[in-house]
């Protein structure tokens, strides 16, 4: 069965500041991943995806991503935090093939301070 | 285009109540999925239907059920509500539920029991 950890519930950091938000995941073969934003009272987003290929994906507002197989890691990263990124952070992962069924982490809460 | 709409976007009901939650995808969107999100278990997936069919169930007792129209709009059905029942539930849309396909997500029905 596949699974999703997000080690980290809550992150704070500076505004203008460097973010990490760790991802690991169970799966049997190389699976499709995700991460997704959260704002208050809102649905979630899609920031970025993984299927295959460059193992650093690009996303919206900025976010990017390394999948890294040796580690079952799919790490968020921005370079330079704004106010406005303050949100729940999830990670997901998909079977591959198929329908999306998707599992997800249980997120991780990002706090900037101004 | 207009997003993904959910109708309440609030409701209170008391326990052994049904409630029925609407979702209405974006415009070509064939797949329509539902998610529950609690504090407790964080995202789970309820089900997902494509051309008026169920195709894929999650792990939720038989008193969760949904349908989907021919223009591709959804309901989602609680029987005999529980005080656990109480949670955002999402819907979210994609092309054809692929695992490849991008899913937008409606802002959410909140819903709390009493």
């Known amino acids: 069965a596949q699974s999703v950890t997000q080690p980290d519930i809550h992150i704070t950091v500076s505004e203008g500041a460097s973010l990490e938000l760790r991802c690991n995941y169970s799966y049997g073969a190389t699976p499709y991943l995700f991460w997704y934003v959260q704002s208050p009272g809102q649905g979630l987003q899609l920031l970025l995806k993984?299927?295959?290929?460059?193992?650093l994906v690009q996303g919206i507002k900025g976010f990017e991503a390394e999948f890294k197989r040796s580690q079952s890691s799919f790490n968020l990263r921005k370079p330079s935090v704004h106010w406005s990124d303050a949100a729940e952070y999830f990670c997901a992962v998909g079977a591959t093939g198929g329908s999306y069924i998707p599992t997800f982490g249980r997120g991780t809460s990002l706090i900037v301070h101004p | 285009k207009a997003g993904v709409t959910q109708t309440p976007r609030y409701l209170i009901k008391t326990r052994g109540q049904q409630v029925t939650l609407s979702c209405s995808p974006i415009s070509g969107h064939r797949s329509v999925s539902w998610y529950q999100q609690t504090p407790g278990q964080g995202l789970q997936f309820l089900f997902e239907y494509f051309s008026e069919t169920q195709r894929n169930k999650g792990n939720f007792p038989g008193r969760f059920s949904g349908r989907q129209f021919s223009n591709s709009r959804s309901e989602m059905n609680v029987s005999t509500l529980e005080l656990g029942d109480s949670a955002l539930y999402l819907c979210?849309?994609?092309?054809?539920?692929?695992?490849?396909?991008?899913?937008?997500f409606g802002p959410g029905t909140r819903l709390t029991v009493l």
């Open positions: 979210a849309s994609s092309l054809a539920g692929q695992v490849t396909d991008t899913q937008y």
């Open positions: 993984y299927f295959s290929g460059d193992t």
